[in-house]
């Protein structure tokens, strides 16, 4: 009775570690159970087979219903091409239960392994077998050997295995940091793209309500009538407008930033004139300067190279740079435009003589949402983020340099027409 109770003690710890489910997500995570064989592996049960001179040798992973070799040296067929045996035949999962080296000159007979089929099957009389550990402790196969013959194992030889097998637990979990990296990067991507897809959504839906705003605002502006006591509701209707077409500049950058985020952007290149294209805008862009108080100067003229460029979303770019250099441009200051000819491509740059930028914050303008004061906010810091979305739809680049306390410049270039 008291065999019988020890039996079952045994097998009920046997199928607590098997069954362990931190374990199983461990060894499925390494994602090599039912893998092609890999060359580092057979590399080193091939090296097992030699300095421990047996005829067998297998990295075997051991779930809670069958072991499988991942690599093995002198199997039998079929063993050799089905790599996998049910568990009553498997040395290996006591290795694992214990969570330590099991050595066993003479398998017949012996009180752990001694009534596995593989004895008389098989024909397996000696068997060497060192846990493949976890950095949490957890044995998710082994590194074994075997042989038909009694074998005295020497210290040396456990030794040389103890090794090997501490090279393969290190491919292990090399994969298993490999594999949950792809999986945080599948799941970022997921993320970026759902959210993505929500912004796009979210602006859509919310335009066609704004512009009903807008519109409305409008009308009521132009059938209200002059006298002193249609005045507030004149204001009333002038701070809705206004609300308004914040509101549809916001959800316009919104869906320009997704569009980005989402390699979408679309551009429509057509050969302009340089000079000609910063001039024209220029035209648009200088109310805004003026309207803060700034000089502004553009240094522009027709007659330089021809550039490939979607003259509207160009527009939108410096829209966007001038317009943050009068915010952050106290009035009295100066603002510049200008573009200069390079190696094969045309240098743009919007120059003030604001705050400056600190040079640890530089990294970070064309982040979305990021600005360098959250306290102080200006708009919602999608503007340089969509700058660099149009240059780089262009195939340009652009960057910024600038000093606190002094300006900032702002630099993009477009490739030059062939």
Known sequence: MRNETLADAERSHEHEVLSNADRLERLRATS????????????????????????????????????????????????????????????????????????????????????????????????????????????????????????????????????????????????????????????????????????GIVSHDLRNPVH???????????????????????????????????????????????????????????HHDSGLLLQSACEGLRPLAEAAGLEFHCRAAPGSPTVRADYDRIVQLLSNLVGNAAKFTPSGGRIEVGFDVAEGEACFRVADTGAGIAAEDLPHIFEQFWQASPAGRHGAGLGLTICQGIVEAHGGRIWAESQVGEGTTFYFTLPLAS
């Open 32 to 199: 090599l159970l039912d893998a092609p064989r890999e060359e580092g592996f057979d590399r080193l049960t091939r090296l097992a087979t030699k300095l421990l001179e047996a005829p067998l040798s297998t990295v075997t992973l051991v779930d809670d219903e069958r072991q499988f070799y991942m690599s093995c040296t002198g199997l039998p067929e079929p063993l050799a091409t089905t790599r996998q045996t049910p568990l009553e035949y498997s040395f290996c999962k006591h290795t694992v239960v214990l969570g330590k080296p099991l050595i066993v000159p003479d398998v017949r007979g012996h009180p752990i392994v001694g009534d596995n089929p593989a004895i008389t099957a098989f024909g397996v009389t000696a068997y060497a077998g060192i846990p493949l550990l976890t950095s949490d402790g957890h044995a998710l196969g082994t590194l074994c050997v075997m042989d038909f013959k009694v074998r005295h194992w020497t210290d040396d030889q456990v030794s040389n295995l103890k090794d090997l097998a501490a090279a393969v637990s290190t491919e292990i979990e090399l994969r298993m940091d490999i594999a949950e990296r792809m999986r945080v990067e599948k799941a970022l991507h997921r993320a970026v793209r759902m959210r993505d897809e929500m912004l």
């Open 212 to 270: 009903t705003v807008s519109l409305a605002s409008g009308m009521l502006l132009e059938t209200l009538s002059d006298g002193p006591g249609g005045e507030p509701i004149r204001k009333s209707a002038e701070i809705i407008r206004r609300a308004a077409q914040q509101m549809d500049h916001l959800l316009g950058d919104l869906l320009d930033v997704a569009t980005i985020g989402s390699g979408r952007l679309s551009v429509e290149l057509i």
